[in-house]
């Protein structure tokens, strides 16, 4: 596809759960982001991939959180045993280049909009 | 610790008029500066990026400005636009990451 693909775009768990979103980046992207924007705030950085490498996971609000990204295309991150504080929406993103000193945009995905009852 | 703080938090103003929103940051070590705009329910549209050795730049009726040094950076829009309304967020590439401020909600009414 032409731009970073989420799914799913809304998703409801009960607290305890766990829960998995998928993020397609654009083809060929060498960078990908996870970011977690919580209502009324900016994104927060979570986690960052160079091909299947996971860089910096620096983000993850705990252990519970779990990103993968295993032949350097799609990416997956998972949440156990979901809390309400967990509720946000969930950006994925994607860069042609590396991460560290790049001037090439990341672009994002519309996100996954997580909701823990 | 890099923090980015956007001002006003929002604005409200009728078509027609030249907008300035505002953007600061603590740590001057960046690589670029990047203001996006956000629709609702939707993912971050990237407007504007500016490396640190840039101190401006244009498309069409939005110009950004950065002084590094000073750790501030403007988004000038000109002869707004009801279809300019959403969300506009600054964010800072800090070592490997985009650190973002919490956004300026636009409003323009016909």
């Known amino acids: 596809g032409a731009g970073v693909s989420q799914s799913p775009r809304y998703k409801v768990a009960k607290r305890g759960q766990d829960v998995a979103l998928r993020c397609d980046p654009i083809s060929g992207h060498v960078s990908l982001f996870w970011y977690q924007q919580a209502l009324g705030q900016g994104p927060e950085f979570l986690t960052y991939?160079?091909?299947?490498?996971?860089?910096?996971k620096s983000g993850l609000p705990s252990d519970r959180f779990f990103a993968e990204r295993p032949e350097g295309s799609v990416s997956t991150l998972k949440i156990q045993r979901t809390q309400q504080e967990d509720s946000a929406v969930y950006l994925c993103?994607?860069?042609?280049?590396?991460?560290?000193?790049?001037?090439?945009?990341?672009?994002f995905g519309d996100g996954t909009r997580l909701s823990i009852l | 610790k890099q923090e980015v703080t956007q001002i006003p938090a929002a604005l409200s103003v009728p078509e027609g008029e030249n907008l300035v929103l505002n953007c600061s940051f603590t740590d001057s070590a960046i690589y670029n500066l990047q203001w996006f705009r956000q629709d609702p329910g939707k993912g971050l549209t990237s407007l504007l990026l500016i490396q640190s050795s840039q101190r401006e730049q244009t498309s069409g009726r939005l110009n950004a400005s950065l002084d590094k040094s000073s750790g501030r950076s403007t988004l000038y829009i000109a002869a707004s636009q009801p279809g300019d309304s959403a969300t506009y967020l600054c964010a800072v590439t800090y070592t490997d990451k985009l650190i973002f401020g919490t956004g300026t909600r636009l409003q323009v009414f016909p």
């Open positions: 991939f160079q091909n299947e490498a996971q860089l910096d």
């Open positions: 993103a994607s860069s042609f280049s590396v991460a560290t000193g790049s001037n090439q945009p990341q672009h």
